[in-house]
């Protein structure tokens, strides 16, 4: 009898093993049979979420970071020996030449709405494809951002790598270490924030549906643009002179260093006298903080302290 209930008791977790998993990815439903085993993730912040759950060895490739950003330290000892299969974003046949079958990117992130890699032009070669959920709302309607994204992307990423209680027990204490954070806030009446991403003649921000702006309500702010209904897009000057920023945090990423975008804004006879840049409160994130993924509760941290540190 004993021996008939290991044999029971093996066949149920062989049978548990080989279960298929079904996650929700922006409108779709993707199955999968198996965890991948030629994954390639686009961006740096994508790449860091397949990092941070272990996955490297479930890789075979990374794709859309040297194009525009730099890996620090940590993100090069991560990815050493995986190789940059595209400096900016793939083309279906760099994907198919890797022998991927799967393909961690999203809608802005690495594919683009009518281009040649998505969903569904990857699907006939056996490339299945998780897209970044802050990045749903360039294909349909979605609820405003929030640390949830970030954390139903980790989720997500953990069933389909069966790696569920890594995930789990990861995301579990993002949240509690964000509870510190924001438990130990004593804030006023929530600051005004702006976004200065890039561009000179019309800034690049965040709007509603990007990650910023979640972190921003978490620190105890309020993005000025929270009623752009938008991810990541160009506004005018005139709307954030109008609405005169208590505090501006600048991406920092590319070939304007963080520095630079400053002085601009200094600068300009326009943008001189709004309330951020006469009192000089900027607070600079890196990309890969300011954008979906492992490093948004530090960003929180940073953004709290330069919120009410005065």
């Given at each position: 009898m004993k021996h008939l209930g290991l044999s029971l008791a093996l066949s149920l977790i062989a049978t548990t093993a080989l279960a298929d998993v079904t996650v929700q990815s922006c409108d779709r439903e993707v199955t999968f049979d198996a965890p991948p085993k030629a994954a390639i993730s686009n961006d740096v912040n994508l790449t860091e979420m397949m990092l941070v759950l272990g996955l490297r060895d479930h890789m075979v490739g990374y794709t859309g970071i040297s194009g525009w950003k730099t890996l620090d330290e940590k993100m090069r000892e991560g990815v050493a020996e995986l190789p940059e299969l595209s400096a900016k974003y793939p083309t279906k046949e760099v994907?198919?030449?890797?022998?991927?079958?799967?393909?961690?990117?999203?809608?802005?992130?690495?594919?683009?709405?009518?281009?040649?890699?998505?969903?569904?032009?990857?699907?006939?070669?056996?490339?299945?494809?998780?897209?970044l959920s802050e990045s749903c709302i360039h294909i349909g309607d979605k609820p405003k951002v929030s640390m949830d994204d970030m954390y139903n992307d980790l989720l997500n990423l953990g069933r389909i790598f069966q790696v569920e209680a890594r995930a789990e027990a990861l995301v579990e204490g993002y949240k509690a270490e964000l509870a510190k954070i924001t438990g130990s806030l004593e804030p006023g009446e929530p600051l005004d924030v702006f976004v200065y991403d890039s561009g000179e003649e019309t800034p690049f921000t965040a709007g509603r549906y990007a990650m910023p702006t979640a972190l921003i309500e978490a620190a105890g702010g309020r993005n000025i643009l929270d009623d752009f209904e938008k991810s990541w897009a160009k506004i005018d000057w005139e709307t954030v002179v109008d609405r005169n920023p208590d505090v501006v945090i600048i991406v920092n990423y590319g070939n304007v260093t963080a520095e630079e975008k400053m002085d601009f804004m200094r600068k300009s006879p326009a943008l001189a006298n709004i309330d951020a840049v006469k009192n000089d409160r900027f607070v600079v994130l890196e990309y890969v903080e300011a954008t979906p993924g492992p490093r948004n509760i530090e960003a929180v941290k940073k953004l709290a302290n330069t919120f009410w540190s005065e």
């Open positions: 994907l198919i030449g890797a022998d991927a079958d799967f393909y961690f990117a999203g809608w802005n992130y690495g594919m683009r709405v009518g281009g040649e890699v998505t969903p569904e032009t990857l699907e006939p070669f056996g490339i299945k494809v998780y897209e």
